[in-house]
T-cell receptor, first 112, second 114 residues
Framework: EAQVTQNPRYLITVTGKKLTVTCSQN?????MSWYRQDPGLGLRQIYY???????DKGDVPEGYKVSRKEKRNFPLILESPSPNQTSLYFC???????????FGPGTRLTVL | SQQGEEDPQALSIQEGENATMNCSYK?????LQWYRQNSGRGLVHLIL?????REKHSGRLRVTLDTSKKSSSLLITASRAADTASYFC??????????????FGTGTQLKVEL
């Protein structure tokens, strides 16, 4: 089954404790992206990747890192999480930028 | 600021009625996409309409695009309770306009009551 998976689905952590949210897709998509969703603000793009080893900042990249060492994986790294990064995070992938995006189920992160 | 702005923010209708949601945007686009999100879940792609298209249909969904007014509408006909969800428009402004990304609006919350 074609899908985008994210782990963990729920995470409660404390300020400053490094964490990684994994994202994997099995559709051989080149384009992958991370979004955060906050009430009243819609979805905002954090980082995106056009292909392996090619990443770029989205609208709200501060406090986040990404890597794209393999085509299928696009982990999101929070080196030193802060409470303002409490949010619902979505990973998405597509054949290319100009195609429909397939979204993962989301990761709800709480930073205390 | 958001590229796409949906209107209304919330819409409540009776089952069987039609639901219309509008999206306005600011810059030229390559395409515009509509997504649906059930509460707290991942978004599901509904329709993609390219800048040279004016109307597109998919089942009970009809999307129009007016590039001169920089607006789009999503019509759901004969709504069902299962259509209750949030609906988002997303614009692809292309390499020169948007920097290789989709920009989402804040969404319309649709509630379909029995």
């Amino acid at each position: 089954e074609a899908q985008v998976t994210q782990n963990p689905r729920y995470l409660i952590t404390v300020t400053g404790k490094k964490l990684t949210v994994t994202c994997s897709q099995n559709m051989n998509h080149e384009y992958m992206s991370w979004y955060r969703q906050d009430p009243g603000l819609g979805l905002r793009q954090i980082y995106y990747s056009m292909n392996v080893e090619v990443t770029d900042k989205g609208d709200v990249p501060e406090g986040y890192k990404v890597s794209r060492k393999e085509k299928r994986n696009f982990p999101l790294i929070l080196e030193s999480p802060s409470p303002n990064q409490t949010s619902l995070y979505f990973c998405a992938s597509s054949l290319g930028l100009h195609n429909e995006q397939f979204f993962g189920p989301g990761t709800r992160l709480t930073v205390l | 600021s958001q590229q796409g702005e949906e209107d209304p923010q919330a819409l409540s209708i009776q089952e069987g009625e039609n639901a219309t949601m509008n999206c306005s945007y600011k810059t030229s686009i390559n395409n515009l996409q509509w997504y649906r999100q059930n509460s707290g879940r991942g978004l599901v792609h509904l329709i993609l309409i390219r800048s040279n298209e004016r109307e597109k249909h998919s089942g009970r969904l009809r999307v129009t695009l007016d590039t001169s007014k920089k607006s789009s509408s999503l019509l759901i006909t004969a709504s069902r309770a299962a259509d209750t969800a949030s609906y988002f428009c997303a614009t692809d402004a292309g390499v020169t306009g948007g920097g290789n990304k989709l920009t989402f609006g804040t969404g319309t919350q649709l509630k379909v009551e029995l």
